[in-house]
């Protein structure tokens, strides 16, 4: 059965982790839907490079931290933060592609 990462995750986010990368966040409501998808093994750097348009050796890591029940996705930022061009520059808008995500489990 398809579900979507929204019914399944508490708190999507994105960050900036220095002024070069950007973080992801998925914290997912429960134990069972985080280790539902994390054994799913549907969230990829492809499926990640697919949402942004980029390559899948863009995605610098996935790390899953089963402590909080959640996801980090590690990629570098397109522009750095503050540079000229820079329209996001807390990183803090850039989560709205996951939001389309759906697991078939």
């Keep these: 059965m398809k579900q979507s990462i929204v019914s ?20 997912f409501k429960t134990k069972e839907n985080y280790e539902r998808v994390k054994s799913s093994g549907q969230l990829t750097p492809e499926l990640i490079a697919r949402l942004y ?9 996935i790390v ?24 996001d520059v807390y990183g803090a808008q850039q989560h709205a592609p996951l939001l389309s995500i759906h697991f078939d489990i």
């Design 8 to 27: 399944l995750a508490q708190v999507i986010r994105s960050k900036n982790a220095g002024p070069y990368e950007l973080v992801l966040d998925i914290l």
């Design 53 to 61: 348009h980029v390559e899948p050796n863009f995605i610098h890591r």
């Design 64 to 87: 899953w931290f089963d402590p909080s029940n959640a996801v980090k996705i590690v990629m570098p930022r397109d522009i750095i933060s503050g540079n000229v061009g820079d329209n």
